[in-house]
């Protein structure tokens, strides 16, 4: 999560009674200062989380001090968003959660407590551990059903990647950092007055306008996670097919231990890419408005695929189609996170989660209301709407 400044500590239990009082302790010249029910063990590092002691429920969980609360309005708005987003969507159990929320006005101080996770994917994927297709296969069903609820609540994450994956010792997955999410533009979101775009259309040009939907910016997705259509066309709409190339990228660095795209910049960043899903095809680039972009694209009349078959000669050939659909140029051909989780390189795995489970994903929610992000409010009214969902927050539990 952005923030101004955060650190990490740790609290001891002082029994049920002092739950009441405040505790403080002092993590890298911070002080925290929290309710008793919190017992410091240790902190996770600078500028990140602290591991502390939930004496209610009996289990260990990572807290994060922001402060200030709203120093700067893109820092207070990725703030709200995760407060927002975390305390309802965080229910699903491939999303990382809030505990609890607490403030110090005086101090100008946001406390976040939230699942405490022993790595991410990025560390596993960049470590000596072998990643069998099981591996492969069980991350990928989660990083799926994560994102099929997100789409299904109306949300785009946008900032999807290996650091944003957060993993148990036994493998559990959760999806964080959702400071950069927005809602998907009405225009897309299936809805009972405005049906959803069928897969087969083009995206809207860039000249369409839609009244409740800020301009949506091709600044977020980590760039070697980001897909083609927000650097070609970034001032037109997107939507959940954004999340589902990252994911692709992510599945694709899961199989050869190695980012896919590694671009050093913009235009390396649209080489690499074209480099192995070759030039596309006329009818897939109509949608692009950009003159420039339109003379990149005419550039690569030669370019050809490079079967994903001959880069992972190891993974099957489910793994490989998969993939395939997933790193598609077209969004409105890039398959889906529901579909994906339909098909066969899924099927024995997601068959034997409904067997398990019974397949039921918490119930979709009410939409959460972005309409902060297309007004134009002070730090201090930000701040004040960061106040009141830690008030909300308390009045739920």
Avoid at 330 to 347: E, F, G, N
């Amino acid at each position: 999560m952005a923030a101004s400044a955060s650190t990490s500590s740790a609290l001891a239990s002082r029994g049920s009674n002092s739950h009441n009082q405040i505790t403080s302790f002092k993590v890298y010249g911070s002080v925290f200062k929290v309710s008793s029910r919190y017992q410091f063990l240790n902190p996770l590092g600078k500028g990140s989380y602290g591991v502390v002691w939930y004496v209610d429920r009996s289990q260990s969980v990572a807290i994060k001090k922001v402060t200030p609360m709203a120093k700067r309005a893109v820092d207070a708005k990725h703030t709200l968003r995760e407060v927002l987003l975390l305390q309802f969507l965080g229910k699903h159990p491939n999303i990382i959660s809030i505990h609890n929320l607490s403030t110090n006005l005086k101090d100008d101080e946001l406390y976040i407590v939230m699942d405490l996770m022993d790595t991410d994917m990025h560390r596993v994927i960049q470590s000596s551990q072998p990643l069998s297709d099981a591996h492969a296969k069980y991350f990928l069903h989660q990083l799926l059903r994560g994102v099929k609820y997100l789409h299904d609540n109306g949300v785009l994450h946008r900032d999807l990647k290996p650091g944003n994956l957060l993993l148990s010792k036994t493998c559990q997955l959760k999806i964080a950092d959702f400071g950069l999410a927005r809602k998907i533009p009405r225009c897309v979101a299936t809805s009972s007055n405005l049906p959803e775009r069928p897969r087969s259309a083009p995206a809207m040009s860039s000249n369409a306008r839609v009244s409740d939907r800020p301009p949506m910016t091709e600044h977020v997705v980590t760039r070697w996670y980001r897909a083609p259509e927000l650097m070609l066309q970034p001032d037109g709409l997107y939507d959940q097919s954004v999340d589902m190339w990252s994911v692709g990228c992510i599945f694709a660095e899961i199989l050869g231990r190695k980012a896919l795209f590694p671009g050093k910049n913009f235009l390396h960043q649209l080489t690499l890419i074209f480099d192995v899903i070759g030039a596309p095809p006329p009818e897939a680039t109509t949608r692009i408005q950009s003159s420039q972009a339109q003379r990149f694209l005419r550039s690569l009349d030669r370019k050809s695929k490079v079967p994903f078959r001959t880069l992972f000669p190891n993974a099957s050939e489910a793994a490989v189609d998969l993939l395939d659909r997933l790193l598609e140029f077209d969004p409105a051909k890039r398959i889906s996170a529901q579909d994906a989780l339909a098909h066969p390189y899924m099927q024995d795995i997601e068959r034997k989660y409904r067997n398990r489970s019974g397949g039921i994903d918490p119930p979709p929610l009410m939409r959460v209301d972005f309409s902060f992000d297309s007004k134009n409010l002070s730090n201090m009214d930000l701040r004040a709407l960061i106040v009141k969902e830690v008030d909300n927050h308390r009045k739920s539990i």
